[in-house]
């Protein structure tokens, strides 16, 4: 058991207050100056059933959610629908505390509700505790909540056990209780967490010697999570319109922005289905707005048809991917990054869209304004793609990071009087799609003056008005796929900022990977180079345009490369051997779609299995091997 860092794990039902206690401990560990990260973990059902968030706080910067944990606090379903050992879902009321066993380190500390959880129906668990050194500390949580308030409470019971154990101060939870609270509830809690404290200090006996390490920051830090980023994001970028439908990761970036718009001028609408939220959104951004929609799984299929829409009428908008485990309705609430190949590739004909998989809650944020400047600029659509994992993940930034101006830069409009000197067809109208233009010609916006222009999905004239001229139609399509590469050179001014290196770069080794498991591979990295192997890691943000050049020396450095995915097919590796025609053979694929993320660890065994072929996969990751280029 690591004694610099807490990786805590509070489990219950869904119902229980899972979510908001673990966030206001993290909270309350954050303003102690310890840098936090949070894994939430939950059902795909309404209410009820078995569900979990890790928080881990040490001193140093946290990027992933480690291995395993150190402390568990294990309340009991209250909302258990199946209590019965033969029920399909088996016996949920014992969950919280069976379920969270087998990755709690070696000497590890167990506090459980015992006026709820009897230990008598968990198999072996006694000899468990024994074989592994942990440290039980059965307390009534739910008769300390009773006394004071209600048995929902038992969460605060249980928060106080846990910080009398480990020697945290009340002070900053108090604090948070106080923010968060009010009145007769505000006292009730804070009641039932000094007696829970005063309890383990007058009648528990401490057997372990893990005490809560400290920290200070240099500045103020504020705690979000990726959905968070992405809509402050979207925000800062300039967007005062969002348009969608529920449905899980994505709900969450949705419902953040339907709170915030009103504050800065703009507007949420919730429509009937995806096919009305993103053609909602087009309309929009037609009309000059920064507009952005976006869905998760079988919702952004939904979108494709509009995406090729937006394509061919060359109408700027920014839509979010939010992935989860499918096919089809798959494991809603569980992390996969299975829709990369559907976000790059579908929708009618050749695309022109841009796409970034931003890998931390910084690049949530900077993707997002990135998305909307290139869309607004080349009047393509800009895809963010992420997944429940990063979506869902707590951890602290500085204050600071958010201090920025707003972009108001509509993008490439023209004003009425350019529109005066432009071209117009016979009828009086504007020459949108201005064959002579580069990349974008610069849009008119309704009730521009002279700017009147048909948008239409057939291909079209540069007034708009429908074509099959053959010229004509190879030089719209030259004009539109133009602005990929356009793009491509833009980013390149980036300078490898939008792709994430770690270890020195000229390891003989290297492991990619994409999105939301880039912690991972950095902590995977560190210890892989602390325990002597000679290896380096990158974690690629841009997605669509892929970045050649930057991949193609990465791989030409090394001489293998293990490539770190959450699907079942390969996708990013697929794509490094089709945008860079060779390497195949120096590529190996390290999988994982269980509905879990990688653990560092894992991927640590990964490596050495494949790279040193002394190494041994112990959970449910595998290993493909390259069909060679």
Sequence with gaps: MKTNELIWRIAGGSGDGIDSTSRNFATALMRSGLNVFTHRHFPSRIRGGHTYVEVRAGPDPVSSRGDGFNCLLALGDSFARNPDEDAYYDDEKIKPLSENLDDLQEGGIIVYDDGVL??????????????????????????????????????????????????????????????????????????????????????????????????????????????????????????????GYPMTPWTDVFTIMTQHLPDFGGMSEQVEDEIAAVNVALGASHAGVKAMSGSSGGGFSLM???????????????????????????????????????????????????????????????????????????????????????????????????????????????????????????????????????????????????????????????????????????????????????????????????????????????????????????????????????VQGLSIGQMAPFPRSEVRDFLSDVDSAVVLEMNASGQLANLIKRELGDFGNKLVSLLKYDGEPFQPREVVEGYKAEIDGDGSLSGNATIKQSAGD
Aim: aromatic residues 8%; proline residues 4%; hydrophobic residues 35%.
């Design 118 to 243: 009897d230990t008598d129906n968990i198999e072996h668990f006694d000899e468990r505790v024994e074989q592994n050194n942990w440290h039980v500390y059965p307390v009534d949580l739910q008769a300390i909540a009773r006394k004071h308030g209600r048995d929902v409470m038992r969460n605060t019971a249980g928060v106080g056990v846990i910080a009398s154990l480990i020697g945290f101060d009340l002070t900053y939870i108090e604090e948070i209780i106080g923010e968060s609270m009010s009145g007769e509830i505000k006292e009730q809690n804070i009641q039932i967490l000094r007696e829970a404290s005063d309890h383990v200090e007058s009648s528990v006996k401490v057997t372990h010697d893990f005490q809560i390490p400290t920290g200070e920051h240099e500045e103020e830090q504020v705690l979000l999570s990726g959905s968070n980023a992405i809509a402050y994001g979207a925000l800062d970028a300039g967007c005062r319109f969002i348009s």
């Design 304 to 534: 494709t048809e509009s995406l090729g829409l937006a394509e061919q009428t060359e109408t700027p908008i920014v839509l979010l991917e939010a992935m989860r485990a499918g096919p089809s309705t798959g494991m809603p609430t569980k992390p996969e990054q299975s829709d990369l190949e559907h976000v790059l590739y579908s929708s009618q004909g050749d695309s022109a869209r841009v796409a970034f998989a931003p890998g931390s809650h910084r690049e949530c944020y900077e993707h997002t304004r990135l998305a909307f400047k290139l869309a607004y600029e080349y009047h393509l659509p800009a895809i963010v793609i992420y997944d429940q994992k990063v979506q869902g993940e707590n951890r602290n930034l500085p204050k600071s990071f958010f201090d920025r101006e707003v972009d108001a830069d509509p993008g490439r409009v023209i004003s009425e009087e350019e529109l005066k000197d432009a071209i117009h067809d016979a009828s009086g109208k504007f020459h949108r799609y201005d064959t002579d233009a580069e990349t974008a010609a610069p849009r008119s916006v309704p009730g521009q003056t002279g700017g009147r222009y048909l948008a239409s999905s057939n291909e079209h004239l540069p007034s708009g008005h429908i074509t099959e001229v053959p010229e004509i139609r190879t030089a719209q399509m030259d004009r539109r796929m133009g602005k990929v590469e356009a793009v491509r050179e833009d980013l390149n001014d980036f300078d490898g900022q939008l792709q994430t290196y770690f270890g020195s770069d000229d390891a003989t080794y290297g492991i990619i990977t994409w999105g939301s498991m880039q912690g991972t591979l950095r902590e995977a990295v560190s210890i892989l180079r602390e325990e002597g192997n000679d």
